[in-house]
């Protein structure tokens, strides 16, 4: 069974002018179309074929670096594009709002520890915001196209948000800026989102 890209749940120009037209356009269509096309080519012939996502990248450590870094890349992306959206930003609500404040003392804390996860993070990977083993929050990040689900992964747990820190998603605008993009994208973050996902991962 091959992957597939899904279409963006919005327009490429939605999340202006925080994530600019030709950084989704490229990002969507490029760069997350051949994650994909790499990862049906790498699959084939092995039990990967007929597993899904969750369960290949949970036994990562049984395939090649193509199914990791490609595995890892489709996943990661659906997961990105889903928890952005035009008129987003503001904060979380309700349950997920009170186990963020209960783990980090408060929303402005999560906030300055995932852009700390995603500043301090060097050359490519994720900053992340995962239900841990423990049923907990945490943050994390992880190298490349790698994600908490690996297991590999020093950290591991169900990604709930996560944000890209490739150059390939922000550079257009932002250059070698990375903290100014870590910045605006809580402008376009869909916490309702974020919030259905902490209640699944839970
Ligand atoms: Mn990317």
Redesign the pocket.
């Known amino acids: 069974m091959a992957f597939e890209l899904e279409a963006l749940p919005y327009s490429v120009e939605a999340l202006e002018p925080h994530i600019d037209r030709e950084t989704m356009e490229i990002?969507h269509d490029r760069?997350?179309q051949a994650y994909i096309d790499n990862l049906n080519k790498a699959i084939v012939g092995t039990d990967a074929e007929n597993a899904s996502l969750e369960d290949i990248l949970k036994n990562i450590s049984k395939y090649s670096p193509a199914v990791r870094n490609n595995g890892g890349?489709h996943f990661?992306?659906k997961l990105?594009w889903s928890v952005l959206g035009p008129n987003a930003g503001g904060t979380p609500t309700g349950e997920l709002a009170q186990a963020i404040d209960e783990t980090f003392g408060s929303f402005d804390e999560l906030k300055k520890k995932l852009q700390e996860a995603g500043a301090t993070r060097f050359g490519s990977g994720w900053s992340w915001l995962i239900v841990g083993e423990d049923g907990k929050l945490a943050v994390t990040s992880t190298p490349n196209?790698d994600n908490p689900l690996m297991d590999v992964a020093e950290v591991k747990g169900t990604p709930i948000f996560g944000i890209?820190v490739?150059e390939?998603?922000y550079y257009l605008k932002y250059q070698n800026k990375r903290p100014a993009y870590l910045d605006a994208i809580f402008n376009v973050v869909n916490w309702d989102t974020v919030a259905q996902n902490y209640a699944s991962a839970k």
Request: glycine letters at 8%; charged letters at 10%.
């Open positions: 990002h760069h997350h890349g990661n992306h990105f196209q890209d490739w390939h998603a």
